[in-house]
């Protein structure tokens, strides 16, 4: 009879520890994972500088990118520059869904950041760039972005102030004639290359164990059990290939095709770069078209429409949690505005035309 009540006892505190998980009860929770767990080896710590053999970072170019990027006289209206959209005081965005250009127009895709995007492999949310360096020449001619009306323009404008003639030359010593479309792209991509933001991510890739948080931790397991990782991967977790918006199920706005406005192949209809997750609790709003406002909602969307996981309030807030991990260091030294050349007589004046 003795062992018959002892077994009913214990019958029932497995019953409750099952079902109402009460007080003295331990949760099943998974161990976290250490800086050296294999579930780990497909991400990677930022580099120190995303180096391109086509253009050699030196500090001439840096200098001369870091002005050309704040300079709004790129512009057609001389109201907009690289920082307008992308501000680097910003984690590189404008928290807008589009972008506002030229007299006000909108553009019909959301500016992704610059930080850490040299190191992508292509440009755009289509990819319709290779590199940093064939990107920044985009929205300088783009009619509905900074609708400069051509490159003889544009260097007419730069040529008609010394101190640019000076930097164009000390970047490029070998060009007989530097100011050119090009090297305003080589020098804008040489300053880009080096816009990284290490975060605490980085130091427990690098194998400081307390790096993360517990809550970090837990939601760094969610992130893998929901195989967020076969997409955002690698050092800048993204960024390294494109994939379908709506994999498992059909994504509800196909008014953007994405890659397939650039290929014209059938397979590439809805897809789009795999963005970064870096710094992504500071980028929103979210995808390609900025539909989604906030973080919750855009993780929650990426487990339906591409894993096929309705996820719980409780796996979502973790994941966010992780994700708020990966905010790094604006590096605000290299970041901080230059004093710019000065317009002389020659210079165009701004021209708000269509």
């Known amino acids: 009879m003795k062992r018959v009540c002892e077994f009913l006892l214990l019958s029932s505190a497995v019953l409750v520890c099952g079902s109402l998980m009460t007080v003295g009860c ?18 990677a710590p930022l ?6 053999p086509k253009n050699p970072i030196t500090e001439e170019k ?34 807008e869904p589009t972008s506002i250009g030229h007299r006000g127009q909108r553009g019909d895709r959301n500016s992704p950041t610059v930080y850490n995007a040299a190191g992508h492999f292509a440009q755009f949310w289509d990819g319709r760039a290779a590199d940093v360096e064939e990107q920044a020449k985009g929205p300088i001619m783009n009619p509905v972005e900074m ?3 051509s490159e003889e323009q544009l260097v007419r404008v730069l040529k008609s ?25 080589r020098a804008i991509g040489a300053f880009e290359r080096k816009l990284l933001t290490p975060s605490r991510w980085d ?20 992130f893998i059990s929901a195989n967020c990782q076969s997409c955002h991967m690698g050092p800048y977790l993204g960024g390294s290939l494109f994939q379908k918006l709506g994999v498992v199920k059909p994504w509800p706005d196909t008014s953007d095709l994405g890659r397939y406005n650039v290929s014209g192949n059938e397979a590439d209809k809805m897809m789009f770069k795999v963005p970064s997750l870096r710094n992504i609790a500071k980028t929103g709003p979210y995808f390609h078209d900025g539909s989604v406002k906030t973080l919750p909602e855009a993780v929650s969307a990426m487990a339906e429409y591409e894993v096929g996981k309705q996820l719980t ?4 807030q973790a994941i966010v949690a992780f994700l708020d991990a990966l905010t790094g260091e604006i590096p605000a030294d290299y970041v901080k505005p230059p004093e710019l050349p000065t317009s002389t007589r020659r210079t165009p004046k701004p021209d708000l035309s269509d």
Request: net charge negative; with cysteine.
């Open 26 to 43: 331990a949760p099943d929770k998974t161990p976290p994972l250490a800086p050296d767990s294999p579930q780990l080896k497909a991400f």
């Open 47 to 52: 580099p120190g500088a995303m180096e391109s």
């Open 62 to 95: 840096v200098a001369l990118g870091r002005m050309l990027y704040y300079d709004t006289r790129l512009s057609k209206g001389q109201d907009i520059s690289c920082n307008t959209c992308h501000r680097l005081d910003n984690y590189g965005v404008d928290n």
């Open 147 to 149: 609708a400069m009306p």
């Open 161 to 185: 102030m010394p101190d640019y003639v000076a930097a164009f030359k000390a970047a490029f010593p070998d060009d007989k004639d530097p100011v050119t479309y090009d090297n305003v792209a």
């Open 203 to 222: 130091k427990f890739l690098g194998g400081d164990a307390s790096a993360l948080t517990p809550a970090e931790l837990g939601g760094l397991n969610e």
């Open 313 to 316: 309030p409780d796996q979502v």
